[in-house]
């Protein structure tokens, strides 16, 4: 934002806290993302380094990945475009590379909005403590200066393809060449996920797998002309589960705008809980890593997961690890604790194998296999994992979020009851039979509810309790 007379810059309205997101043409601009691509080369000491940069198939992200890439070689830079990539693309060129990047994306928001995700070389998150402010500030100082001045000799701008090295990678810990033949749809919703998608489970790039896939949406166009790409509305998800059943498929998989996240629908069209796909994988990497020798490994789960999944991660000689809700926040743990994989409700989930980045294609996978290598439909191997009844998260529109958190300890302070405060407020019922976690969102009016119990009735009762305090 600008103000004429003194022109002074404050990306405050597009700095988050783990990325840039803004409108085009107002937040985020060819200036701005020039700008912040100088500051992101000096705020993390890159000149003379190599820096990775690459963008969605919104209608910016060419012109924006230029611009970035122009203010890091004049810091002194040498940038290679990635051109198109996927999110978790970046992750791995960061990683594989052992050099810093940048993607530009706005995820699953609207078609006006683009952004940026940055991650330091071995795919470590950048976030606003981990060096984003710190980028923000160089950047409005460039910006009120006016320019950029070059730093020392400028750095080489060339293009680098890492697709296929991906897709590569990605077949290497997942071998899908033994699964029975599965009838796949997958919705890329118009996003990243349809380049990305014939890549590694087609035969575009690689030899043919045992997989038929059913491209829903597949044409990369950042106006998102069918559904909006974010797969966590269940709207988004219709035209997949009719199609499943259209097509007699075994299974649907949903990639949100940049193919970092991904939804499962199973044979009759119905959800499989990304709760459910976190215990899935759990246990294929819990029995990967013991065959490997590895003792009592580790898995992250946030608190709004299932417990089913550290019950299981337990039967199965595993570790879990609880932690609040955060994709920057996650990685950090999953690096502290050694963790071989994380999962959230949210549908992202983490991999060691993945420098601890999130990655929806690699998850797939690991589906696909657990689906591939047993006979039954994935109705019923998804049961095995979703032994409890989920509301989902409820949304409530409150002011005094704080206040409507205090009426429901109120109500509850005569059952049998425990609070933690780990991430918001989650009150445990002593003998087992629901769990619920109340959470304020901190950046919009919303305070969320999530609600789990071990049969319907009682999850409703619960859930319509709470609400009802809550709305007043």
Same mark, same amino acid.
């Given at each position: 934002?600008?103000?004429?007379?003194?022109?002074?810059?404050?990306?405050?309205?597009?700095?988050?806290?783990?990325?840039?997101?803004?409108?085009?043409? $107002?937040?985020?601009?060819?200036?701005?993302?020039?700008?912040?691509?100088?500051?992101?080369?000096?705020?993390?000491?890159?000149?003379?380094?190599?820096?990775?940069?690459?963008?969605?198939?919104?209608?910016?992200?060419?012109?924006?990945?230029?611009?970035?890439?122009?203010?890091?070689?004049?810091?002194?830079?040498?940038?290679?475009?990635?051109?198109?990539?996927?999110?978790?693309?970046? *992750?791995?060129?960061?990683?594989?590379?052992?050099?810093?990047?940048?993607?530009?994306?706005?995820?699953?928001?609207?078609?006006?909005?683009?952004?940026?995700?940055?991650?330091?070389?071995?795919?470590?998150?950048?976030?606003?403590?981990?060096? +984003?402010?710190?980028?923000?500030?160089?950047?409005?100082?460039? +910006?009120?200066?006016?320019?950029?001045?070059?730093?020392?000799?400028?750095?080489?701008?060339?293009?680098?393809?890492?697709?296929?090295?991906?897709?590569? *990678?990605?077949?290497?810990?997942?071998?899908?060449?033994?699964?029975?033949?599965?009838?796949?749809?997958?919705?890329?919703?118009?996003?990243?996920?349809?380049?990305?998608?014939?890549?590694?489970?087609?035969?575009?790039?690689?030899?043919?797998?045992?997989?038929?896939?059913?491209?829903?949406?597949?044409?990369?166009?950042?106006?998102?002309?069918?559904?909006?790409?974010?797969?966590?509305?269940?709207?988004?998800?219709?035209?997949?589960?009719?199609?499943?059943?259209? &097509?007699?498929?075994?299974?649907?998989?949903?990639?949100?705008?940049?193919?970092?996240?991904?939804?499962?629908?199973?044979?009759?069209?119905?959800?499989?809980? @990304?709760?459910?796909?976190?215990?899935?994988?759990?246990?294929?990497?819990?029995?990967?890593?013991?065959?490997?020798?590895?003792?009592?490994?580790?898995?992250?789960?946030?608190?709004?997961?299932? =417990?089913?999944?550290?019950?299981?991660?337990?039967? $199965?000689?595993?570790?879990?690890?609880?932690?609040?809700?955060? &994709?920057? !926040?996650?990685?950090?743990?999953?690096?502290?604790?050694?963790?071989? !994989?994380?999962?959230? &409700?949210?549908?992202?989930?983490? !991999?060691? $194998? !993945?420098?601890?980045?999130?990655?929806?294609?690699?998850?797939?996978?690991?589906?696909?296999?657990?689906?591939?290598?047993?006979?039954?439909?994935?109705?019923?191997?998804?049961?095995?994992?979703? @032994?409890?009844?989920?509301?989902?998260?409820?949304?409530?529109?409150?002011?005094?979020?704080?206040?409507?958190?205090?009426?429901?300890?109120?109500?509850?302070?005569?059952?049998?009851?425990?609070?933690?405060?780990?991430?918001?407020?989650?009150?445990?019922?002593?003998?087992?039979?629901?769990?619920?976690?109340? =959470?304020?969102?901190?950046?919009? @009016?919303?305070?969320?509810?999530?609600?789990?119990?071990?049969?319907?009735?009682?999850?409703? =009762?619960?859930?319509?309790?709470?609400?009802?305090?809550?709305?007043?």
């Amino acid at each position: 934002m600008t103000s004429e007379q003194t022109k002074t810059y404050d990306l405050s309205a597009s700095f988050k806290a783990y990325d840039v997101r803004g409108i085009v043409g $107002d937040s985020i601009t060819v200036e701005i993302v020039e700008a912040v691509g100088a500051a992101f080369v000096d705020v993390l000491e890159l000149s003379g380094q190599t820096v990775l940069v690459g963008g969605d198939m919104r209608p910016s992200s060419p012109e924006f990945s230029r611009a970035f890439a122009n203010g890091a070689a004049t810091r002194g830079a040498n940038v290679q475009l990635l051109d198109l990539i996927s999110t978790d693309e970046l *992750y791995f060129a960061c990683g594989k590379l052992n050099a810093a990047g940048a993607t530009f994306t706005a995820s699953h928001n609207p078609a006006e909005y683009n952004g940026i995700k940055m991650a330091k070389a071995g795919a470590v998150p950048i976030s606003s403590e981990t060096g +984003l402010k710190e980028i923000q500030a160089r950047a409005e100082e460039y +910006l009120n200066a006016g320019t950029i001045p070059a730093q020392g000799s400028r750095g080489l701008i060339s293009v680098r393809d890492v697709l296929k090295d991906y897709s590569e *990678y990605l077949r290497s810990l997942v071998d899908l060449s033994g699964s029975r033949p599965l009838k796949v749809v997958v919705d890329a919703g118009n996003g990243m996920a349809g380049m990305t998608t014939p890549a590694v489970l087609g035969d575009t790039l690689l030899p043919k797998l045992p997989l038929e896939i059913v491209p829903l949406y597949f044409e990369l166009d950042g106006s998102f002309p069918n559904h909006p790409a974010n797969p966590l509305e269940p709207e988004n998800l219709r035209d997949l589960q009719a199609a499943v059943v259209e &097509h007699g498929a075994d299974i649907g998989l949903a990639f949100d705008g940049d193919a970092d996240r991904c939804f499962v629908i199973d044979e009759k069209g119905e959800p499989v809980s @990304p709760s459910a796909v976190t215990g899935m994988v759990a246990r294929r990497e819990i029995a990967r890593a013991k065959a490997n020798g590895e003792d009592n490994p580790t898995i992250i789960h946030n608190l709004l997961t299932s =417990r089913a999944v550290p019950e299981l991660v337990a039967t $199965d000689g595993g570790r879990a690890v609880r932690t609040r809700v955060g &994709h920057s !926040f996650i990685k950090a743990v999953m690096a502290a604790e050694g963790a071989i !994989f994380g999962g959230e &409700h949210s549908a992202h989930f983490y !991999f060691r $194998d !993945f420098w601890n980045a999130d990655t929806g294609m690699l998850a797939a996978m690991h589906v696909l296999a657990a689906l591939g290598e047993q006979d039954g439909p994935l109705s019923d191997l998804g049961r095995e994992y979703e @032994p409890y009844r989920s509301s989902g998260e409820i949304n409530s529109e409150i002011e005094d979020k704080a206040a409507a958190v205090e009426r429901v300890r109120q109500d509850f302070h005569t059952e049998d009851v425990e609070i933690d405060y780990l991430d918001g407020s989650t009150f445990v019922a002593a003998d087992g039979s629901y769990w619920f976690n109340l =959470r304020p969102s901190n950046t919009e @009016p919303f305070l969320r509810l999530n609600v789990e119990a071990t049969d319907q009735e009682t999850m409703e =009762r619960i859930r319509d309790r709470v609400l009802s305090v809550v709305r007043g």
